[in-house]
């Protein structure tokens, strides 16, 4: 970490030279003092926005109104903002105006918590008027100031104070608590992409599994007339999904980890969709969580109207599998399979494991104690074991399937060519370019697939 701010410590020395008191403020003081990583590097400067552009040969004006210009330095990107104040907050969001000051102090006691609240010197000093060390040496997260005039000032505090105190293992001092719970309806003024982006970063943290639990306790989310609270309870809040999701820092990606908690909280496909477009999620990104949510309940249901009996019901337990791994993607696939891995808690209930028969005899496994490794290693190998996984994988593209079947192309190739592509999956066909055309050919013939 100190290598970081030794790189940007030229641009604060820069604006001292010229007279202007100079600080690192924010995060980045916050995670040195931890001795964390360093996410971004923020500067505080007691010059104004067109001062620092006429010091600096390489800036951008990110936010000229707030104070906030972008200075590059050995291709690095640092923000500089002003000191400043603000006020008039509207609608418990951001406020409507901000005034330059003089005074780091002053500076310092607009930001939200006392350990974001701490400047840096370039000397390394600290300077820390309001109690940040003193609150990092206790494990507190307090508020600066009042905190039931912060939260109204600003809603989204209330899901960083859940944040931060997550992810660094804090207490929240009781007065911050009191007031989160006083003022947890304030959030619906709160704009989605914010919140959004607020909740990403708790499920992406170091500690997903301490943010549910707080967030659950906080009632940030239990009175579902609101539109928002019954959205965004999925990931997580409803207290009797959080057994599931015990070890959720188990699972790497952040996906996974969304995906989980909507597994957890037991959300329908639609309302899935809803929360991911609501949170402002990229359609890709979404589109990719909802398909391991479909994949889910697809095999939920395959699994729950398994009787355990018969060996035939198994085998046809695992054609399913691979043709729904066709269906919602590799991606989604192998999600899911690290999902359930980790929690597989989120399967059918425990009761029906007992009767599943060996599902891999040369393992010689007994089956009560590893029923759900076994299980999910089987489907891993075959999902392994899959020639393709989309047409492109397939070893014989539309030209050529177009060109030994000798018709005129139309809609017919596509699913042809589907049809392929499953019957690889299903081993009835191999996933060789001769292979596959004589079977192409075949089925052309007998099922006389026109248009
Ligand atoms: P991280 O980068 O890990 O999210 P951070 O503390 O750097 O943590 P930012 O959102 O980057 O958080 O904000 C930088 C600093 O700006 C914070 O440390 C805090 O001092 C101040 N700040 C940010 N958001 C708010 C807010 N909503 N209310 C008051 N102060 C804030
Ligand atoms: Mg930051």
């Known amino acids: ?14 604006l001292e030279s010229c007279g202007f008191e100079t600080v690192f403020v924010g995060g980045c003081v916050r995670d040195s003092l931890w001795k964390r990583p360093l996410k971004d590097i923020d500067i505080a400067t007691a010059a104004r926005p067109e001062q620092v552009m006429d010091l600096f040969p390489q800036t951008i004006p990110t936010g000229l109104k707030h104070g906030t210009v972008t200075v590059i330095h050995n291709d690095s990107h640092y923000e500089v903002t002003t000191f400043r104040t603000e ?3 509207e609608d418990f969001r951001r406020p409507a105006s901000v005034q330059f000051v003089d005074n780091l102090a002053a500076d310092l006691q607009r930001r939200d918590f006392t350990i974001n609240a701490m400047a840096m010197r370039s000397n390394g000093e600290i300077f820390d008027p309001v109690g940040g060390l003193d609150d990092i040496r206790k494990g507190v997260l307090r508020c600066v100031g009042d905190p039931d005039a912060r939260f109204q000032e600003d809603a989204l505090r209330m899901l960083r104070a859940i944040r931060f105190a997550a992810e660094y293992e804090l207490r929240i001092a009781p007065a911050t608590w009191r007031a989160i719970k006083r003022h947890q309806r304030l ?12 909740c990403d970063k708790m499920i992406g943290g170091s500690h997903p599994d301490r943010a549910i639990v707080w967030f659950a306790a906080s009632g940030l989310m239990d009175d579902t007339k609101e539109p928002l609270p019954e959205r965004i309870q999925a990931w997580g809040g409803r207290r009797e999904s959080l057994g599931s999701l015990a070890n959720i820092t188990l699972l790497d990606e952040p996906d996974d980890r969304w995906a989980a908690c909507c597994l957890a909280g037991d959300l329908p496909l639609p309302a899935v969709k809803g929360l991911f477009q609501a949170l402002c999620f990229s359609a890709r990104r979404a589109s990719r969580l909802t398909a391991i949510i479909a994949l889910h309940e697809a095999m939920v249901e395959a699994i729950k109207n398994l009787s355990f009996r018969s060996e035939n019901e198994w085998l046809s337990l695992l054609q399913d599998w691979k043709l729904r791994v066709l269906e919602h993607g590799e991606y989604a696939s192998r999600a899911w399979l690290r999902i359930i891995g980790e929690l597989p808690g989120l399967l059918p209930s425990a009761a029906e494991r007992h009767s599943i028969p060996p599902l891999d005899r040369t393992t010689g496994s007994s089956v009560e104690a590893d029923y759900s490794d076994s299980l999910i290693n089987r489907l891993k190998r075959e999902l392994d074991s899959l020639p393709a996984f989309s047409l492109s994988g397939l070893a014989a593209d539309g030209s050529a399937v177009l060109a030994r079947v000798g018709k005129p192309a139309g809609p017919w190739l596509g699913r042809l060519l589907e049809k392929l592509l499953r019957a690889t999956a ?9 292979q596959l055309l004589n079977y192409a050919e075949q089925v052309n013939r007998d099922e006389v697939i026109n248009d």
């Not at 970490?1 to 820069?14: D, E, M, R, S, Y």
């Not at 959030?187 to 607020?198: T, Y």
């Not at 081993?427 to 001769?434: D, H, L, Q, S």
């Open 87 to 89: 006020s008039g907050y």
């Open 187 to 198: 959030l619906v003024n709160i704009a989605m992409e914010r919140i959004g982006s607020e």
């Open 426 to 434: 299903l081993g009835e066909v191999a996933n060789e370019k001769e």
């Open 1 to 14: 970490t100190g290598t970081a701010l030794a790189a940007a410590l030229p641009v604060l020395q820069k």
